[in-house]
């Protein structure tokens, strides 16, 4: 089955910094990579998603990159704010559309 | 449009109980999801529908979880006996004919 890692866990950057959480998958039938933002006490919510015919895709200060040779993707963030501050996780979507999620890095946003 | 709904949204139990919860999907979304997730871990897939049918349940320990969804629609998931290790954020999640998964806002699960 499909495995999923990220890293890191743990992430502090000041404020107006960058941000950048890494994950590598191992099914090679893997085709769509979410990113989640996740809030204390509160749902999983969708950030961004790329598939994987494209390499880069962006929103505003959120960026994903894919490498589907390396069998990695990574989350940038730029101009981090305090509300930034909160567990992400990434997730790739492998065979039989199951999801498979990262262990999540929680971001601290130093003001 | 609606989003995902599930109750109850917390439940204390001591071990040895049993406990269902309930999912209602966003109208017309044929795949539904069951995650476990313990606090400071990711969401962990438990059982994948799709309509009434299951796709995966590779990692619901089938000797005290059951999950259903009868008529493709709502669903429930059960656990009987709770040990303390169940103790975790159930989330329930469906999707339509796109990618992208809706959550529903979790049932918190206390074993004591």
């Known amino acids: 089955g499909e495995n999923v890692e990220q890293h890191p866990s743990t992430l502090s950057v000041q404020e107006g910094d960058s941000a950048v959480i890494k994950c590598t998958y191992s099914?090679?039938?893997?085709?769509?990579f979410p990113w989640y933002k996740q809030e204390l006490g509160k749902r999983p919510q969708l950030i961004i998603d790329i598939r994987s015919n494209v390499g880069e895709k962006k929103d505003q200060r959120i960026a994903v990159t894919l490498n589907k040779t390396a069998k990695h993707f990574s989350l940038h963030i730029t101009e981090t704010q305090p509300e930034d501050s909160a567990v992400y996780f990434c997730a790739a979507l492998g065979g039989y559309q199951k999801v498979t999620f990262g262990t999540g890095t929680k971001l601290q946003v130093i003001p | 449009e609606a989003g995902v709904a599930q109750s109850p949204r917390y439940k204390i139990i001591e071990k040895r109980q049993s406990v269902a919860f309930w999912c209602n999907p966003i109208?017309?979304?044929?795949?539904l999801y069951w995650y476990q997730q313990i606090l400071g871990q990711g969401p962990k897939l438990l059982i994948q529908?799709?309509?009434?049918?299951?796709?995966?349940d590779s990692q619901l320990p089938k000797d005290r979880f059951s999950a259903e969804r009868l008529k493709g629609v709502d669903s429930t998931l059960k656990i009987q006996p709770a040990k303390l290790e169940d103790s975790a954020v159930y989330l329930c999640?469906?999707?339509?004919?796109?990618?992208?998964?809706?959550f529903g806002p979790g049932t918190r699960l206390t074993v004591t």
């Open positions: 999640a469906s999707r339509g004919f796109t990618y992208e998964q809706y």
């Open positions: 099914d090679s039938a893997s085709n769509y």
């Open positions: 109208s017309g979304h044929a795949t």
């Open positions: 529908f799709q309509n009434n049918g299951v796709v995966d």
